[in-house]
């Protein structure tokens, strides 16, 4: 064989790069005239949250219609993938991901990528009290002569703005070792929490782009017990699943009523106040499907700033669940067209000389475990990316005892880390259990189903 083939793999960098870093092209530096120009200041960080929880909610709303039942996934994972990839795309591609992506009505002077290394920043600066670290992997695979032709260099951008250093690896003569590693890097990620993120790999695959991202938080007020509870999974239709309670006495926690959704919205803190689960229950018992097609950002965002605090006697199934999601159906319906097609994809800011490069697939995987301690959660996105070859007061009761939504926010930012819905728990065994306080739960068991919520 006449070529040798290299492929780079961006490893998740933990070391911070820090501003210093940022390198300013010559080119760049000798456009700098006399001539001053006065530019707008952009909070990029702003306004790459604001996009991507838009983005969030068209993903909701897309997965939504394409599977049953209960959902689970991260728009973060997924936008720091694609965003990686936006930037190495150029003309139609590029236009119609920064569509889907929702960064095409961001001010000219804001930059997408600025804004991903201040939140990159921001969610690997953990707390004590919970790990959230957004890691990135790159896998690359270059041509002998790997020069970029364009102004941008794909690697530097990623390991600029992404913090994601590059390694090597031969996906084509070892496309199964390169499948195990990508696996094996996701899952050391995600503290083996997702451990087959990839189960094919085309020996054709130039590009691995991976993103993950895990989350581990205890609850800032703690279940106290659980116990055998109602689940409306329709008006006529109840399940009784594992509830969780809180012992004795009501905390205070953020509550809201949302009108336009009709549905009331409650925060549960995490320990540090810097992560918050947010459970969005519609009024009526099969009130999902409204909510779900109201779901707007606006409305969402002016809702979270003004709930209140209020004492709650709340109600919660705990549940867990774990979803593989083949995105490019969805991003297509997003209007990513170009970029999953060989003929016209134009992703050569990437730079591998002249190969022309096109997306294969991207692939999300998410999980969450709900319980009375807190909340582990992580997901991984990988976009596969192939050379042009071949085509393919009074307490306020807060039973959740209906199909409901939930998302897990970073509070700094306002990024939507995690979002799903539940729609149907797994059925609780037939006796209850009690956690600490036995004696306490029966007084839950047999609780009428949607017994309050009328307003009165
Ligand atoms: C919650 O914490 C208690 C006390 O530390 C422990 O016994 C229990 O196993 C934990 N439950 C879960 C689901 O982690």
């Not at 790999?201 to 993103?211: F, K």
């Not at 006697?313 to 593989?324: E, G, H, I, V, Y």
């Amino acid at each position: 064989m006449a070529y040798t083939w290299t492929v780079a793999l961006l490893l998740a960098a933990l070391v911070a790069v820090t501003l210093a870093q940022v390198k300013v092209s010559p080119k760049i530096a000798a456009i700098q005239q006399p001539i001053r120009r006065v530019y707008p200041i952009c909070n990029h960080q702003r306004v790459v949250v604001c996009a991507n929880n838009r983005f969030a909610l068209d993903l909701y709303k897309n997965i939504a219609c394409s599977v049953d039942g209960n959902m689970i996934f991260s728009p973060f994972s997924v936008s720091a993938a694609l965003a990686m990839t936006y930037g190495g795309a150029s003309g139609v591609t590029a236009k119609q991901m920064a569509k889907a992506l929702r960064f095409y009505n961001m001010p000219w002077y804001c930059n997408v990528h600025k804004g991903f290394l201040a939140l990159m920043n921001l969610l690997q600066s953990s707390s004590t009290q919970y790990i959230l670290s957004p890691c990135q992997q790159d896998l690359r695979r270059r041509r002998l002569s790997f020069e970029c032709k364009s102004h941008i260099n794909f690697a530097d951008l990623t390991q600029t703005y992404y913090l994601s250093p590059a390694e090597n690896l031969d996906i084509r003569f070892d496309t199964a070792n390169s499948l195990q590693h990508i696996n094996n890097w996701v899952a050391s990620q995600t503290n083996n929490e997702i451990t087959n993120l990839l189960t094919a790999l085309d020996p054709g695959t130039g590009l691995v782009l991976v993103n993950a991202i895990t989350f581990k938080g205890e609850w800032v007020n703690k279940f106290d017990l659980t116990y055998s509870g109602p689940f409306h999974l329709t008006c006529c239709d109840t399940i009784q699943t594992t509830k969780m309670k809180f012992g004795c006495g009501y905390p205070m926690m953020k509550h809201g009523v949302i009108p336009a959704f009709d549905a009331q919205i409650l925060e549960l803190p995490y320990k540090g106040n810097k992560v918050s689960m947010y459970i969005l229950r519609p009024n009526h018992i099969e009130g999902l499907a409204y909510l779900e097609n109201q779901l707007n950002l606006a409305i969402l965002n002016a809702a979270i700033s003004s709930m209140t605090a209020k004492p709650i006697d709340l109600a919660m199934p705990k549940f867990s669940l774990s979803q593989t999601i083949d995105l490019k159906p969805i991003l297509k319906a997003l209007g990513m067209f170009d970029v999953f097609s060989a003929f016209d994809a134009d992703l050569h800011k990437i730079g591998t000389g002249n190969a022309k490069l096109w997306v294969d697939f991207v692939v999300h995987q998410a999980i969450i475990n709900v319980h009375e301690n807190g909340t582990e959660a992580s997901a991984a996105t990988a976009v596969g990316v192939c050379r042009v070859k071949r085509a393919t007061p009074p307490p306020i009761p807060y039973d959740v005892d209906r199909p409901f939504i939930f998302f897990i926010r970073e509070q700094t930012s306002g990024s939507i880390l995690f979002m799903g819905r539940l729609v149907k728990p797994e059925a609780a065994a037939a006796t209850a259990v009690g956690v600490g306080k036995g004696g306490d739960f029966e007084r839950f068991v047999g609780m009428k189903p949607d017994q309050v919520f009328r307003k009165g």
